[in-house]
């Protein structure tokens, strides 16, 4: 994923105007159609590309992709759009239909099932989950990955998995349970001051009523965990999809003799974590500790 500078020291190159798109991606026909809408307004308008490029304060180059639909556009360049178009809204308006395909495919599949599933379990043994981050440690995450990301991929992925969070808004409430790694609350991800406040922030989450949140302590001599990273959501027609590092090839998995052996998995591994009030306090003492 190439982030193109040139052109844009206009604005300093801090505001990027979209992300490469997949061409493998569903998604890609919608971006296109609205390049597509772009390109007819700038025409209508009478306005050359240099020209457009110049008044918007990004570069040609970034102009063309957004409008054969190689790139998607970020809201604030669709608003720059509709003020020099003078579109009246709506160009913003399309801001909603590129929401969706701001974040990777991978990301959208999965944000699609935790907003539908009325009970999720989810088991980290590597890094504090997801879903649990604070948007500094996700970004620390992202920028420390070999190879590295180019900065736009990190914001990309940052975007993506803050937009998972709305899982903790739903009505009504989903249950939520987590059980993390000892290791991945001591660990210093970004610097001992980041790490408390991520710490303050699973004390925040543990407390809330539909999550139940469990640590599994180091000195744990029976651990049914070992295998990895474990997830199993349910839906409301009592269906359920489920995936494991260490199990059918880490493939999500729906077929319910492949469902009963990760929720046995995962039943052992809160039966061995410390209690949630345990786990509660647990954090706290870290904390205190950091």
Not at 134 to 141: D, I
Not at 154 to 164: C, F, G, L, Q
Not at 265 to 271: D, E, S, V
Request: charged share 30%; with cysteine.
């Amino acid at each position: 994923m190439d982030v193109e500078r040139g052109g844009d020291e206009r604005n300093g190159g801090a505001d990027e105007p979209g992300w490469d798109v997949d061409p493998e991606d569903e998604i890609s026909a919608v971006v296109e159609v609205v390049g597509h809408q772009l390109k007819l307004r700038r025409e209508a308008a009478g306005l050359r590309v240099a020209e457009f490029a110049e008044a918007l304060g990004y570069g040609e180059d970034q102009v063309r992709k957004v409008e054969r639909g190689a790139r998607i556009p970020r809201p604030e360049y669709l608003d720059k759009v509709d003020e020099v178009l003078g579109a009246g809204g709506l160009v913003s308006a399309m801001k909603k239909d590129m929401e969706k395909a701001r974040y990777p495919k991978k990301a959208r599949d999965l944000a699609k099932l935790e907003a539908q599933a009325v009970e999720i379990g989810l088991y980290s043994h590597h890094n504090i989950h997801g879903l649990l981050q604070t948007e500094e440690h996700m970004r620390a995450l992202f920028e420390m990955r070999h190879p590295s990301y180019t900065q736009d991929q990190v914001e990309r992925d940052v975007a993506a998995r803050m937009a998972r969070r709305a899982v903790f808004e739903r009505s009504p409430a989903p249950t939520l349970n987590f059980v993390q790694e000892e290791a991945t609350l001591r660990r210093t991800i970004g610097g001992r001051m980041m790490l408390r406040r991520q710490l303050e922030h699973l004390v925040v989450v543990a407390q809330l009523r539909n999550v139940t949140f469990q640590v599994m302590p180091l000195d744990c001599e029976d651990h049914a965990g070992m295998g990895g990273l474990i997830e199993v959501l349910k839906f409301h027609d009592g269906t359920a999809v489920g995936r494991s590092d260490g199990a059918f090839g880490g493939r999500p998995v729906s077929d319910p003799k492949q469902l009963r052996i990760l929720e046995l998995r995962y039943g052992m591994i809160r039966a061995q974590a410390l209690r949630p009030r345990q786990s509660l306090a647990f954090i706290e003492q870290v904390l205190g500790e950091t």
